[in-house]
């Protein structure tokens, strides 16, 4: 469900007669529990933060910040507040980890550095077992996967796989599957011995897929392949023949941005890409690009570059179950094959959950409350201890 309904008198329309998101206004979030006032100063000084993110005058210490509609975007603007007034180093990862006030103003000092930026975000460290493995997005970024670690329960570790090329992208992968050979050693580094647990959001899809491949070359368990709105590009010749300037307008299409601008171009594409998500103004990112400018160049070569590799990549087969999570308010797209059914030749069996969604929503708050049960109860009991 929703965290929260908003009444209109009438949804407001682009010019193209279809829902204007940005015209939206803005939720007025609620607490959720009885009140319990800050207690300390590192409480009140979150409290303090918190009603100034939410509009909410009193929040209490046990209210917690996904509950009352935080996001990854403004997770990284209370962190980026919390550092000025600390002057510390609080990773990102820290609200995803303790995300009322009384547990993360109790967790913070326990916290190590974590760069925003780095290739593997720690998510929640304290879960037993084996941990979830998400791997980003064509951004790069798997920041959007908090909220569904928050979700997944605490007791399942839950770390974000990110691109690498923030700092320097002169040697950024030529394919997915050096990518997915890069991550695996990752995974291996935080946990050596399977069963391993993946998953993938749109290009993330890809990549896990690949993931999972070499792990079952190895003769590793995998105990979750979950596929999150993701398709393989369609390589016939009818694709062979479409010039850049279609792929480009393929590639917004599938994505759902509405645009008054077509691009003409993979560079044009980026462009949009970056305004669309508001890359240039995330707070992590203009407090990377004071201590190295070349953070945001080098993040629209990594994007573009990402794009490339989509679409030159044809999956193998793979002897693994999926779990396929459709986002089927999306528009169709000739550049991809627009149905889960498309996986059928790589895979071994799959299971289709069908979403309410558009592709950019998957990970949003209500949409991953949704998800996060389903992949619960397919990882056994004995592991499993998100509530569902």
């Not at 908090?146 to 990110?162: A, W």
Request: glycine fraction near 6%; proline fraction near 6%.
């Amino acid at each position: 469900m929703p965290a929260l309904f908003v009444e209109l008198d009438a949804l407001p329309l682009n010019v193209n007669g279809k829902l204007d998101r940005k015209a939206l206004p803005e939720p007025a979030w609620q607490a959720q529990h009885e009140y319990v006032a800050p207690r300390t100063e590192a409480e009140i000084q979150l409290a303090a933060i918190w009603s100034e993110l939410f509009g909410i005058e009193k929040i209490s210490v046990h209210d917690n910040f996904f509950d009352l509609g935080g996001d990854s975007l403004m997770a990284a603007r209370l962190i980026a507040k919390l550092r000025d007034i600390t002057q510390r180093n609080i990773p990102l990862a820290a609200i995803f980890a303790a995300s009322t006030v009384a547990d993360l103003a109790e967790q913070l000092e326990q916290y190590r550095s974590v760069d925003p930026l780095g290739p593997l975000i720690p998510f929640n460290e304290r879960g037993q077992g084996p941990a979830v493995f998400c791997i980003h997005p064509v951004v790069g970024l798997s920041w959007a996967y908090g909220s569904l670690s928050h979700m997944l329960g605490s007791d399942i570790s839950v770390y974000g796989l990110q691109a690498r090329g923030f700092r320097d992208a002169s040697s950024l992968p030529g394919s997915i599957e050096e990518m997915a050979r890069d991550y695996l050693q990752q995974m291996r580094a935080c946990q050596p011995d399977g069963p391993y647990r993946l998953v993938g959001w749109s290009m993330g899809g890809l990549v896990a897929h690949e993931v999972a491949r070499l792990l079952r070359e190895d003769g590793e368990e995998l105990e979750l392949l979950a596929i999150l709105d993701a398709f393989p590009c369609l390589l016939d010749d009818a694709m062979q023949q479409r010039n850049e300037a279609e792929l480009a307008a393929d590639t917004l299409a599938f994505l759902g941005i509405e645009s008054r601008e077509i691009p003409s171009s993979i560079d044009e594409l980026t462009d949009i890409l970056c305004r669309e998500y508001d890359i240039f103004n995330l707070p992590e990112l203009e407090e990377l690009q004071q201590s190295n400018e070349e953070t945001l160049a080098n993040m629209v070569e990594l994007l573009k570059n990402n794009i490339t590799l989509m679409r030159n990549f044809v999956p193998q087969y793979v002897d693994v179950d999926i779990q396929f999570f459709h986002a089927a308010a999306t528009a169709e797209n000739p550049a991809v094959c627009y149905e889960p059914e498309g996986w059928q030749p790589y895979v071994r069996a799959m299971t289709v959950h069908s979403l309410n969604c558009h592709h950019q929503q998957m990970l949003d708050a209500d949409i991953a409350a949704k998800i996060a049960p389903r992949i619960a109860s397919v990882l056994p009991a004995r592991r499993s201890g998100a509530a569902a």
